[in-house]
């Protein structure tokens, strides 16, 4: 039964009838797969999949090479089940479509692959039939040719030997034939002018004709050639000396003439004679142009004139001599070297003086270009003269014109500068001629600010130019390092700095000299733009400069807080300055007031002196002034009565009134004594204190300037009564405006309180107004 079921298994499949087509199938498959397998280079077991323990020999294994099918079926027969039989009969189907399927997937990928090579064997099979055709072709053909060419070869071998002398002896007769007709080609050639000609014919027979002289018909050949060669020497010495022709045909001319056999040292000698002859004369011709009439050219039309005449004519002659006096050897380099160190010098000098007349010019471009063009044209003489130093002089006379460039752009800043405060001059002073109100302090310093600015980066941009790529002496070491280092950031903007803060300081002269007329605006105009430069101005253009100019130099240069010390040091010398020069005008008008005035006949106080209202304008005007361009700054706490109080009871007239009637008439050094003592323990006020970068510290510095003068007068005059009472009146009329511009009120309260306290001392009769009265009048007033 088993035997039953398992007949349409694998047992009754193609192993069933070996003879039919069906088991033809397998082998097939089998040698395919083996041909796969030889191809990918997988050995049996890994092409079968088979364990790596298993035996190759097995013939019940399927992978295997030694399979068997009927001793597969026996053990199967045997070992399985029914079951396990169809499950197996189920799994081998299965793997035979499998493998049927990867067969077919192979044949479509490979398909376009196999169908190729199937014709190019085809093509390759037809190619080698045809060449191997040909190739016995050829071998028939080179068979036959070389028959041929033996059998030629045998015939002409007599008659080869006999062709060969007679060309020899023709060869020899054409050359005898040349030597008999060489003087009358000679002559020919030099009445022709061909001297290049004669000279070669010369060269060719020279040699025979001095082996063979010893023959008589060589020698009279020999003595004819000599003739006409000696007056061909004459005729080129004589065309060269004319010197008529150009440097090439010169130079054809001694060569000519060292072919002939001339004396190479005379020849040398003369050539640089002619050729100095001619350079010179294009630098006469130079030297024309530098004259006052006709006008000279610009610079770059005089370098291009310069560069194609001299020293191109230079290079020429640098060229044809060492090509013609290569023999001479050291000797003759040196004579050369310094030939062109003579002329080169003049050549410069000449250009150098060109260059002078344009120190005065603005335009650096121009001046670059032809600079640039100057220094390219002397490279090939410079390589070529190597021991004459033309190239090294060319770059010094570049360096010497960059510094001179440089010189003058600073005074070009300076210059700026001046105008720029010519111009604030004039801004400030055409609003009072006009009687009208003139541009602000803020908007002049603006103007300023951004007037030097912008000329300082035309600078920058102008000597900018010497560092181009495109310019041939950029990469010189001095434009690389010294020039930018010490030449600009030195010498132009550093320079300029230190010199428009000297400029300003010298406004600080003592009066009489230069600082005498200097309107006070301009003084705080100038401390503002100082104190701006050290703020961030020159960090900008130093740090610019840097960026423009990328210092390749290990020299020092100054620091940017150096700059900025001296910057601000400047600034605090102006604006205190500017403090003394204000005090000085609002205490000469008080100082005329106290001085011309009666104070012992004086009539009782109505109202308030015009000075002190015009002092009190004044310095409303100065604190309107400094507020445009300082800050406001810090003040003391201010107490609520401030502009309340009144100078009826001073603290050195309270103490005067109260203590005078308990001493004798002769108590006035009891009562100074008095005085004195309480000045000790009063706050000491410093009067030319240091001034703050604000308005309020300005504020202070002139009114304690301007008090203090009012003390040191009132000092110095004795007062009636009611002269007193009119210096407690202007006093206290001070006090209601003045305590609000200063940091702290009570300097004002204490220069005040001395100044009437200094007029009671000095009065015979103090008799102090009564403080409600004192306050009407100033209110009045």
């Known amino acids: 039964m088993a035997a039953a079921a398992a007949g349409p298994g694998p047992g009754s499949g193609p192993g069933d009838s070996p003879e039919g087509p069906e088991a033809e199938a397998p082998e097939r498959r089998r040698k395919a797969h083996g041909m796969l397998k030889l191809y990918y280079g997988l050995s049996e077991g890994e092409a079968a999949g088979r364990p790596p323990g298993s035996d190759p020999l097995d013939p019940t294994d399927l992978n295997g090479a030694h399979f068997d099918p009927e001793v597969y079926l026996d053990k199967l027969r045997r070992e399985c089940p029914l079951a396990q039989l169809m499950d197996s009969e189920t799994d081998m189907v299965r793997q035979i479509r499998a493998l049927d399927s990867d067969m077919q997937t192979l044949v479509y990928e490979n398909y376009n692959k196999f169908i190729s090579a199937t014709d190019t064997i085809r093509k390759m099979k037809n190619d080698f039939r045809k060449m191997e055709d040909e190739m016995d072709r050829l071998a028939t053909n080179m068979a036959v040719i070389t028959d041929f060419s033996a059998r030629i070869s045998a015939t002409l071998q007599d008659r080869h030997e006999r062709i060969t002398k007679l060309a020899g002896v023709h060869a020899l007769l054409r050359k005898l034939q040349f030597l008999f007709e060489l003087p009358s080609r000679l002559t020919k050639?030099?009445?022709?002018?061909?001297?290049?000609?004669?000279?070669?014919?010369?060269?060719?027979?020279?040699?025979?004709?001095?082996?063979?002289?010893?023959?008589?018909?060589?020698?009279?050949?020999?003595?004819?050639?000599?003739?006409?060669?000696a007056r061909l020497a004459q005729q080129l010495r004589q065309r060269f000396r004319e010197g008529g022709s150009g440097a090439p045909e010169q130079a054809e001319c001694v060569e000519l003439l060292l072919a002939l056999g001339e004396p190479a040292e005379e020849l040398c000698e003369e050539f640089l004679a002619h050729a100095r002859g001619r350079l010179e004369e294009e630098l006469r011709s130079l030297e024309a142009e530098l004259g006052p009439s006709p006008p000279a050219p610009d610079v770059l039309e005089f370098t291009d004139h310069g560069g194609s005449g001299f020293v191109g004519g230079l290079c020429q002659v640098a060229t044809a001599y060492q090509e013609l006096f290569a023999a001479q050897g050291p000797a003759g380099a040196e004579k050369l070297a310094a030939f062109a160190q003579e002329l080169g010098g003049c050549y410069f000098a000449l250009v150098e003086r060109r260059l002078a007349q344009e120190q005065g010019g603005s335009d650096n471009s121009l001046l670059v270009r032809a600079l640039d063009r100057f220094h390219r044209r002397l490279r090939a003489p410079g390589a070529l003269l190597a021991a004459a130093g033309l190239a090294d002089a060319a770059t010094e006379i570049v360096e010497r014109v960059a510094r001179e460039r440089l010189g003058h752009h600073l005074q070009g800043l300076r210059a700026a500068f001046l105008g720029c405060l010519t111009d604030v001059r004039q801004a400030l002073a055409a609003p009072r001629l006009a009687g009208k109100e003139g541009p602000g302090l803020a908007e002049l310093l603006a103007n300023v600010a951004s007037s030097i600015l912008s000329h300082i980066k035309a600078s920058l941009a102008a000597v900018h130019l010497f560092t181009a790529k495109e310019v041939s002496f950029s990469n010189k070491p001095y434009f690389r390092g010294e020039f930018c280092s010490q030449g600009v950031r030195e010498g132009l903007i550093v320079g300029f700095i230190r010199s428009m803060c000297q400029t300003a300081q010298s406004f600080c002269d003592s009066p009489g000299e230069k600082g005498g007329a200097t309107p006070p605006a301009l003084l705080l105009l100038l401390s503002r733009l100082c104190l701006d430069y050290e703020t961030a101005t020159i960090s900008y253009i130093l740090t610019l400069t840097d960026e423009q100019f990328l210092v390749q130099d290990q020299s020092p240069v100054t620091p940017v807080s150096t700059l900025c010390a001296e910057a601000r040091e400047t600034a605090r010398r102006l604006l205190t300055h500017y403090v003394k020069v204000q005090g000085l005008v609002i205490s000469q008008m008080l100082r005329k007031s106290v001085e011309t005035r009666d104070w012992l006949s004086t009539l009782e106080p109505r109202n308030v002196r015009a000075v002190m209202k015009r002092v009190v304008e004044d310095t409303t005007a100065i604190d309107v002034q400094v507020g445009l361009l300082y800050e406001e700054g810090v003040r003391k706490a201010q107490s609520s009565d401030s502009s309340k109080r009144t100078f009826s009871v001073y603290s050195s007239s309270r103490q005067q009134g109260r203590y005078a009637p308990s001493y004798t008439p002769s108590a006035p050094m009891d009562t100074n004594l008095l005085s004195n003592i309480q000045k000790l323990f009063s706050e000491r006020i410093d009067v030319f204190s240091p001034v703050e970068f604000n308005k309020v510290s300005v504020l202070t510095g002139i009114i304690k300037i301007s008090l203090k003068t009012l003390l040191e007068c009132v000092r110095l005059r004795t007062f009636g009564r009611f002269g007193l009472q009119q210096v407690q009146v202007d006093c206290h009329f001070l006090q209601l405006y003045l305590w609000r511009f200063v940091a702290d009120e009570e300097l004002v309260h204490l220069l005040l309180d001395e100044v009437v306290a200094s007029a009671a001392l000095r009065c015979p009769d103090p008799v102090p107004m009564e403080p409600s009265v004192v306050e009407v009048i100033c209110e009045r007033g």
């Open 189 to 229: 050639c030099v009445e022709l002018g061909a001297y290049g000609q004669a000279v070669r014919y010369q060269g060719r027979a020279r040699a025979v004709l001095q082996q063979y002289q010893h023959l008589p018909s060589f020698r009279a050949i020999q003595d004819d050639c000599q003739v006409i060669t």
